[in-house]
């Protein structure tokens, strides 16, 4: 039997230290702030317990059904399938969700096909992973990860921000474990997991060995306390007028850990600055997990053509020439994204005996998408107007009759009645330019890293020789004396 919902309900309700709006708040499960994206999630579940062909397998470990994220995939069949179970998760919430509970699993399974990484640092760390990735999947936990120093002064390296423990550094250590303290930056979907994942991606000297570390960390061990955002959730004044935000909230968060203990057990990296971004892009973490952001991106992309469509359908210019013109280029685009992930599954390579989507694909597609995503929200917003403003101030007008006929005789459309039109363009502005849309804009072009590390990534991957041959080709083709014997 696969989890189901309630089965993830209950596991969120560990007593963690949640804070929001000047408070610690003791139940974050049924607080107004999370309570519809932790249901959310908990469909997810349930889906995958009703669908468990499409979203599980067999897991090794204890037989049970597990979500297809954490299969190691040893062909090129469990690598479509995995991304099957990938699409269908993310359709359900027209990918509004990014660290839905399948992402951080992939990264654990590219850390397990790369594990020769830590096997050659230290064989103890290796069998920690090994375990932990074991205990994850058997359990099928819902997991986020933080794996970015809090922004501070990017001018100064990690141990220079004026505060030893400004990011998160080890303490001290025994014959336990280890004691960290300090921060990572914005773990997307912690009040929605049961664990962290912790490690660095930023830049690490020598010397900064101290913040060198991996790990994994429930979220309700004491001294995890995780610091969140403005919930859009929470501030939206009902489903009517915000459907994607009472809904789709993921929550971003500061994880704060006030002298936490870590077994060395559940250690991955201790003071190895060497092996922090390794983990990630020398092992197929990166290749893994962005499998499940491009799915992901994909579904979101055909939400947004939906949306574009039906806004122009509804002011009544979808006919007009030069809006086809835009709404094809859009379409292309979103079709050109959807090709490079199905790509992805299709022409992987293979890294020992498991298949793997090409690094050079991935990278493209993660780089391509955080300038594709700003320059397509914004040309929705061209085809939109002023009609995702010009609407009532809340459901609440509805309540009054005097309004309701002034919405009635004003809120006209090609292709709808005024309440249909008003639906429609609250959605769209919720998905478009609410506080929660554009925090979309703003995951979507850093969640995979800033702009300027996944260009480096293309620069090292792509296959140059195959260009530069060609030109070279041409070249060695080139004859000054015959040319110039030619001319003569
Ligand atoms: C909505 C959202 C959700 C997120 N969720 C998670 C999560 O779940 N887990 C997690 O670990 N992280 C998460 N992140 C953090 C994300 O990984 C970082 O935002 C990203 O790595 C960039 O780091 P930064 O924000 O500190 O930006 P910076 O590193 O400060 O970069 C910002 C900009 O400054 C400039 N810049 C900075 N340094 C350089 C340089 N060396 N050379 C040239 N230009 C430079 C570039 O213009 C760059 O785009 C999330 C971020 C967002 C916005």
């Given at each position: 039997m696969s989890r189901t919902g309630s089965d993830y309900l209950a596991s969120l309700r560990d007593g963690r230290a949640v804070y929001i709006n000047g408070e610690r708040i003791d139940n974050h499960v049924d607080h107004p702030a999370f309570r519809n994206a932790v249901q959310t999630v908990a469909g997810m579940y349930d889906y995958q317990a009703q669908n468990q062909e499409l979203m599980t397998f067999r897991s090794p470990g204890n037989g049970k059904q597990v979500n297809l994220a954490w299969q190691l995939p040893s062909s090129q069949e469990d690598l479509v399938r995995r991304g099957e179970a990938h699409l269908a998760w993310a359709r359900l919430t027209g990918g509004w969700?990014?660290?839905?509970?399948?992402h951080v699993p992939a990264a654990l399974v590219g850390m397990m096909i790369g594990i020769e990484l830590l096997e050659n640092y230290d064989p103890a760390r290796a069998k920690a992973l090994r375990d932990y990735y074991a205990y994850a999947r058997d359990n099928d936990l819902a997991l986020t990860y933080t794996i970015v120093n809090p922004q501070?002064?990017?001018?100064?390296?990690?141990?220079?921000?004026?505060?030893?423990y400004h990011s998160l550094g080890v303490v001290d250590e025994d014959a336990e474990g280890i004691t960290v303290r300090g921060a990572k930056m914005l773990g997307t979907s912690a009040v929605l997991a049961q664990e962290c994942l912790v490690g660095v991606q930023n830049p690490l000297r020598p010397e900064d060995d101290m913040y060198a570390l991996s790990f994994a960390v429930p979220l309700a061990q004491k001294g995890v306390k995780i610091l969140s955002r403005r919930s859009y959730e929470q501030s939206a004044s009902s489903a009517f007028d915000y459907p994607l935000a009472t809904r789709f909230d993921e929550n971003d968060a500061l994880i704060y850990f006030d002298d936490v203990k870590i077994p060395w057990e559940r250690?991955?990296?201790?003071?190895r600055p060497e092996l922090c971004g390794a983990l990630f892009h020398q092992t197929a973490a990166e290749q893994m997990m962005n499998l499940q952001s491009q799915a992901r991106f994909t579904v979101k992309l055909q939400f947004l053509l939906g949306v574009a469509r039906r806004l122009t359908e509804t002011t009544g210019t979808v006919n007009f020439p030069a809006v086809q013109d835009t709404l094809g280029r859009l379409a292309g685009q979103a079709m050109a994204v959807e090709g490079n992930f199905r790509a992805m599954m299709l022409d992987p390579t293979q890294r020992g005996e498991f298949y793997v989507p090409k690094a050079s694909r991935v990278y493209s597609a993660t780089s391509a998408g955080q300038s594709l995503y700003p320059e397509f929200v914004n040309d929705i917003r061209g085809l939109a107007g002023g009609g995702v403003i010009m609407l009532p101030s809340s459901v609440e007008d509805f309540g009054n009759p005097e309004i309701v006929e002034m919405i009635e005789a004003t809120q006209r459309s090609a292709a709808t009645d005024p309440l249909g039109r008003v639906k429609l363009m609250k959605l769209a502005w919720d998905a478009l330019g609410s506080e929660f849309g554009s925090r979309h804009t703003q995951y979507e072009m850093f969640y995979s890293g800033p702009p300027f590390v996944q260009h480096m990534r293309c620069f090292g991957n792509y296959d140059w020789n195959a260009s530069t041959a060609m030109v070279d080709n041409i070249l060695s083709d080139v004859s000054l004396e015959a040319s110039l014997g030619a001319r003569k």
């Open positions: 969700i990014g660290r839905s509970p399948d501070g002064d990017r001018s100064r390296n990690v141990g220079d921000q004026g505060n030893k250690v991955f990296i201790y003071r």
